[in-house]
């Protein structure tokens, strides 16, 4: 009987269902050497900024984050900003005005100026000159400020929100989109406004105008006890809160409108 040779095996092709695995780890790999060998080097000239490269804290890839500071010591009685993107905040502090900047960017770094007209500090952010594309691009700039309480505050951003502490100089502060949040206030007249975003005010002296107004958000309003208010309020959706002393005739005037959200009116702690 003749002898039958056994054929050799013949490879069996790799499963279709792990291609795609492989092909994700492959590019993974790159990717992690692209990353390695791209770090972007911090081209800032500003003698007065501390600057560092990397990945955003929200965890935007590609982000860049610069840090500039800076003193005014010319004499000044009103801020005047103009932002764009960017959380800004203003505390009344003793000493010379103090200025910092937190540039968040992902490859257009934004331009910013200051300077003193008069007594007016100007500061202005105007964006990211050479970004082509908004689409998962960063262009923001923060700013913390520290003047004196009875500066005149004159504050204006398009996105990001308004922090106050401590002022007791006329306050006008206006965001499209971020909430209004005042703590510890003795200013007389403040002018608080956003389209989408609460306000909240709390003031450690009675102020004879205040004004609130947000389009989408909430009001909430603290005075001191012991003085009445002539309060008017307005909203679209919901039943207004007034738990102040009120008189139509008092020179201490509360304004507040909301187009959707709560309104809230009341004595702070002493």
């Known amino acids: 009987m003749p002898r039958v ?23 993974l790999g790159l990717s992690a050497c692209n ?12 003698t007065s900024s501390n600057s ?22 010319d004499k000044v009685a009103q801020l005047h900003l103009e932002g764009k993107a960017g959380k800004v905040s203003v505390a009344a502090g ?9 540039l968040v960017y992902t ?4 331009t910013t100026s200051h300077n003193v007209t008069g007594d007016t500090l100007n500061l202005r952010n105007d964006g990211c000159p050479e970004q082509t594309s908004v689409v998962n691009r ?18 204006n951003t398009r996105a990001g929100g308004i922090d106050l502490a401590g002022m007791a100089g006329t306050v006008t502060a206006n965001t499209h989109s971020g909430g209004v949040d005042g703590k510890d206030l003795r200013s007389k007249a403040v002018t608080a406004q956003t389209h989408s975003g609460g306000v909240d005010l709390q003031f450690r002296e009675a102020p004879d105008q205040v004004k609130a107004v947000t389009k989408a958000g909430g009001v909430d309003i603290q005075v001191p006890a012991g003085v009445r208010y002539a309060v008017r309020t307005d909203t679209s959706a919901g039943r207004p809160e007034v738990e102040v002393q009120q008189d139509n005739a008092s020179p201490h005037k509360i304004d507040a409108s909301t187009g959707a959200g709560s309104i809230d009116i009341t004595n702070g702690n002493d």
């Open 5 to 27: 040779t056994p054929k050799p095996p013949v490879p069996r092709p790799f499963p279709r269902r792990f291609a795609p695995a492989l092909v994700a780890l492959a590019v």
């Open 35 to 46: 990353d390695e060998g791209s770090i972007s080097q911090n081209n800032s000239s500003s």
């Open 52 to 73: 560092s490269d990397g990945t955003s804290t929200d965890g935007t890839a590609g982000a860049h984050t610069e840090t500039n500071r800076y003193e005014i010591t």
């Open 94 to 102: 003793d000493g010379p005005i103090s200025v910092t900047e937190t």
């Open 107 to 110: 490859d257009s770094k934004p």
């Open 138 to 155: 960063r262009c923001q700039v923060g700013w913390e400020i520290r003047v004196p309480a009875g500066t005149n505050l004159d504050l």
